[in-house]
DNA sequence: AGGGCGTTATCGAAATTTGGCAAACATTAA
DNA sequence: TTAATGTTTGCCAAATTTCGATAACGCCCT
């Protein structure tokens, strides 16, 4: 066996009540969370981390809209408990589908409440310098674009099984050569019998890209208050096709993705040291209604925005309740009542 | 009147022969012109040039695919002679538009056979500075997104008339700061009254982005015969889809769009003077039959790949009918019979 | 000249988009 | 708190668009 790795694999397990935090949480990987679902968020990850190939599993008790980018010249696997919940991308996961993304390429994950994952990510270096991966290698190139792998159900729970076998911490250590082989050949197995998941409904580009340019939209533009209208032009489709876009590819309605986007810019503003108040996070996501801002926040999160403030504040409690030291609301358009909570 | 120009306008015609010459003859643009229609080209430009402020008449015999690009910080205003003929951005002109475009932003024209168009250039700068220009230079930059701006026929007319009458070359020189300041101003009351365009059908965006995909992939992949079963994959689009989505955007069905720019590449390719010979040309372009290759040419452009060659390699003459200084033929795939002439 | 192959044209069926209306929900004012 | 108003979402039928199979056509090879 050709093997690299030197020492023994490093394992830890992290709890998380932000869904940012665990964002955070993953050893090499670039992403950022959306908390979709209402209610306190709570998370774990099992990680096991060989240097150059990690396992974990991460568990995230609400729905979740995850941006994720992996580290480079590597290849992702996942394994998601909920299929029929899971989006990749836009399309929605199969019973006897894997996700497979490569590094460095971003990718767009939408979680179910209550959810698991099973994650290996692996160098390319390592996959290649495997004998038994010669043909397989540029079939991973050609995967670029198809997120999602078919596999037979028995392939697919054998190393589901696997995986979760050497995730267990009462593993003894001088097994852990044996398992990192193991899943390099398991993985190669995967491999050869992939067959891309090519199916997605006609509509999907067009929706997708609908989609894109409102997120494109919302990332450039100010976030005053948009209506719908608005969304129709920016997106290039009528109030209907957007609905259904929206639903299609996120699971969300365009009006929900909007508030939610803005309430989680808005909590990773409280997080930050630089913020001053919770007022100044608030208006400069758009929020011109304090007291409707908290409400919507707290339905959300689970906890009201001067408590993740104060979280993240500890020297100057004292202005927790009070905006006093700087009022830093903007001026307040007219329109006040645009982009507040609607629907379910 | 605000003025800045320094000397009197300077004024030139410019007859060419080949449409790539034409797309180099107007002075400060970047452009390239691919023809579509079949014959010899000729094309005359007859330009008045006021610095920072440009009118041109062009006139193209041919039917033309142009990708153009304006210089930086100005806007670019076209008044086509035929109309319901011509397409911008994919979009049919429609009897009462007149076309605009800011600088340093690609667009692409798709022109009939035995064409004129009025132009006008002018630097941001210039209608800013004027007079009368508060509220437009904001409708202005609004218009990024609607190169057709509608107006009355009336001040169309009119302004058509002022343009075509100012080019004429029997003017004398001490009119020509008038001639400035009447541009000027004319295009102030244009931008007064006009109203973008926005109608589109449904389908646009959609068929837009499949004919931008099979661009892409021209652009990045070599040009090996491709089908159209691969067409399809690379478009997202079924066959009938890709045909709908051709003929509604450029007008002309995907393998003779195919055809044509390999066509047109190879013609570029046989004017620089680094191509040793006509067969590298071709069998870069993915022709793999010289005759064939020959008579397709020579369909399109009225002339012999050979005397296009021998037009820009005048020292070397004597290797104009043998390649033997340097046989460049390249590997040829078993199925030679791919992508050659078809059709329409 | 005829067969093989691939593209284009035709047409009915299926999918998608659209626009109108009613219901649900939020905001403002009383 | 309730009513008035405005906005978004859900539902449905009509119009448009896309799809898939088949036939016709043009080009290439024998």
Request: hydrophobic letters at 35%; aromatic letters at 8%; one cysteine or more.
């Amino acid at each position: 066996m050709h093997r690299q790795e030197q020492h023994a694999p490093h394992r830890c397990t992290v709890i998380a009540n932000d869904a940012n935090d665990q964002a955070g949480n993953l050893t090499d990987w670039e992403q950022e969370y959306d908390q979709i679902g209402a209610g306190r968020f709570c998370g774990r990850i099992d990680e096991l981390n060989f240097g150059g190939l990690q396992l974990f599993n991460e568990h995230t008790g609400r729905s979740l809209l995850q941006r994720c980018k992996v580290w480079p010249d590597s290849f992702w696997f996942g394994f998601p408990s909920k299929r029929n919940e899971t989006r990749i991308n836009g399309q929605s996961v199969e019973s006897s589908d894997v996700l497979c993304r490569p590094g460095s390429t971003e990718f767009e994950l939408v979680t179910p409440e209550s959810f698991d994952m099973l994650s290996i990510v692996v160098s390319k270096a390592k996959l290649q310098s495997h004998k038994a991966s010669e043909d397989i290698d540029l079939k991973l190139l050609d995967a670029k674009n198809y997120p999602r792998l078919r596999l037979s159900l028995r392939t697919l729970q054998n190393f589901r099984y696997l995986l979760r076998r050497i995730l267990q911490p009462t593993i003894n250590k001088i097994d852990s050569d044996l398992h990192h082989d193991l899943l390099i050949m398991g993985l190669l197995e995967l491999l050869a019998e992939e067959i891309p998941n090519k199916k997605v409904a006609p509509s999907y580009q067009h929706r997708k890209a609908v989609v894109e340019r409102i997120k494109d939209y919302m990332a450039t533009e100010s976030i005053a208050p948009v209506t719908m209208t608005t969304l129709c032009e920016v997106g290039c489709a009528s109030r209907r096709t957007l609905q259904y876009s929206f639903e299609t590819i996120l699971g969300i309605s365009p009006m929900t993705f909007l508030r939610i986007s803005r309430l989680n810019r808005a909590k990773r503003m409280l997080c930050q040291p630089s913020t001053s108040s919770v007022s100044e996070a608030a208006s400069f996501n758009g929020f011109y209604h304090l007291s409707q801002f908290s409400s919507d926040y707290r339905q959300l999160f689970g906890e009201l925005p001067s408590e993740t403030f104060a979280k993240s504040h500890p020297a100057n409690n004292s202005q927790l309740h009070s905006n006093a030291l700087e009022p830093c609301v903007r001026t307040v358009p007219a329109f006040q009542h645009c982009l507040q909570r609607r629907g379910t």
